[in-house]
């Protein structure tokens, strides 16, 4: 079974609608993130989560929000979808307890994500 | 200047070819180093972390200089197999910062 877990893994929707992405890891770690993938641009952070109670905006957060349910879910909402948001969004998580060079992120398969 | 650069190819090359990537990166205080291999519409994959002494996993050789500021990558006997995005990655304090990748074509 995967680790780190995304629901829906295709999505489309029309312009306005309010969408929620779902990201599920039985990896224990503490740290999970929120990226989004557009073709020829690196992976951009959109909100990240140290534990629970821990929610940070990442470079791109305009227009997400995110809530922390338990240490295993994070879930991504775009409240009201536009079009440049059609992308790939990917769930990652972490372990702030591993050594460094060590602390590798793992990713969820990915969300497409397209709005019309 | 991006905070973390790569060359986006695309590389093509023979199988059993011998090919480097270079990655540079501009914060100087960035304490973890990585490299992922990404195929298409997937998800990345850790490939290798990076250490300063250079380290090596099979065909596949990766190198830091903190003083130059860059990654490397090399892989060896190439395959079929290889031909995929490979993302050069750099973690400061907490954040992971990713290059848009370098595209690999490995060709029969």
Redesign the interface.
Known sequence: DADVTQTPRNRITKTGKRIMLECSQTKGHDRMYWYRQDPGLGLQLIYYSFDVKDINKGEISDGYSVSRQAQAKFSLSLESAIPNQTALYFCATSDSRTALGSNEQFFGPGTRLTVL | RKE?EQD?GPFNVPEGATVAFNCTYSNSAS????WYRQDC??????LM???SSGNEDGRFTAQLNRASQYISLLIRDSKLSDSATY?C?V?GT????????TRLKVLA
Do not use: A, M
């Open positions: 973390v986006p304490q973890s180093f990585f519409r997937k998800e990345p994959k850790l972390s990076v250490y993302l990655v973690k907490y954040k992971y910062i990713f290059g848009t990748g």
